[in-house]
């Protein structure tokens, strides 16, 4: 699968999907420090500095999209501080409020997959508009609220995660197959999503419209037998990339006061509003499943 990140800001959405068996193709980043850390760890992975300058046409020029290569997946973490509760919440009126760039890429690109990431209180604004824009475009959406404790890291950092599946109608176009091949196969993914919503079924044991997913969601549910089954092998995924094995090291004792660190604001900055890889982690590991089986 072949994604494209928008507001990539130093990859943590990236990592997750590296993981997940899943190749970010271009990156979207303005702040300059970000592009360098997103440049040190995926140097051969262009970056274009301006959401309002990506286009279907220019990448297209880059070589990052052609016929036989598409984006499977547009992600973004477009800019939470319209939404946030530490700022002023003007949500679309604020300047600042990128997701209508965002959707114009979505329109443009036609991707499988959509994934979207901001603030909590994302759900309490703008959540509404935002599932309308992508259901105009026949876009199934699901929306997932997933704290940072919820995969046993040592702080609450609670995210909104939009999730959006177009039923892959535009690869099997792109494959040229035939309109009735294709409207079988249309009519088998509609049977599907008309039983159960595959996604959250899969992550979290879940479906509902937003997915609340503290510690005991990602445990597993008696609602579903296998989903204990599938968070430790998602676990395993994650931890199989940590040298030691383990989800999370421990941290170092740098005592109460840390001097000399280079770029140390820049630093506390691009960590704040990072995502934590592993909360992302187990929806794009999803996806890739969930790829991989339509695609055989």
């Known amino acids: 699968m072949r994604m494209l990140s928008l507001f990539a800001g130093i990859g943590g959405i990236d990592l997750a999907a590296q993981w997940a068996g899943i190749e970010t193709v271009a990156f979207c980043e303005i702040e300059p420090f970000p592009q360098q850390v997103l440049a040190k760890h995926w140097p051969t992975v262009p970056i274009i500095p301006d959401v ?7 990448l297209e020029e880059m ?3 052609s016929s036989g290569n598409p984006i499977d997946i547009v992600c973004g973490g477009f800019p939470c501080q319209p939404f946030s509760v530490a700022g002023q919440r003007k949500g679309k009126d ?3 409020d990128l997701w209508p760039e965002m959707f114009r890429i979505i329109q443009e690109l036609k991707p499988t ?3 979207g990431e901001n603030v909590a209180n994302f759900v309490n604004m703008e959540l509404e508009r935002t599932l309308v824009d992508l259901e105009s475009e026949g876009y199934t959406a699901q929306t997932f609220i997933i704290p940072a404790c919820g995969v046993d890291a040592k702080h609450q950092r609670y995210r909104t995660f939009v ?8 690869c099997m176009e792109c494959q040229g197959q035939s309109e009735e091949i294709q409207q079988s196969r ?3 993914l509609q049977l599907k999503e008309s039983e159960q919503s595959v996604l959250p079924e899969l992550i979290y044991g879940c479906n509902k ?4 997913t503290y510690c005991e969601g990602l445990q597993g549910s008696t609602e579903t037998g296998n989903v204990g089954e599938d968070w430790a092998e998602i676990n395993e995924q994650s931890a199989r990339f940590n040298s030691s094995g383990a989800t999370w090291s421990t941290e ?3 005592g109460r006061v840390a001097d000399g660190i280079p770029n140390r604001v820049d630093r506390i900055k691009s960590l704040g509003n990072a995502v934590v890889p592993q909360q992302v982690f187990p929806i794009l590991w999803a996806m890739k499943q969930i790829h991989d089986e339509v695609s055989r």
């Open 94 to 96: 604020d300047d600042r």
């Open 63 to 65: 070589g990052v999209i």
């Open 252 to 254: 170092p004792d740098v």
């Open 186 to 188: 249309t009519e088998e």
């Open 52 to 58: 309002r300058d990506i286009t279907k046409d220019r």
């Open 209 to 212: 419209a937003v997915a609340y």
């Open 163 to 170: 999730v959006a599946y177009s039923g892959s109608i535009r």
């Open 113 to 115: 997959w959509v994934v």
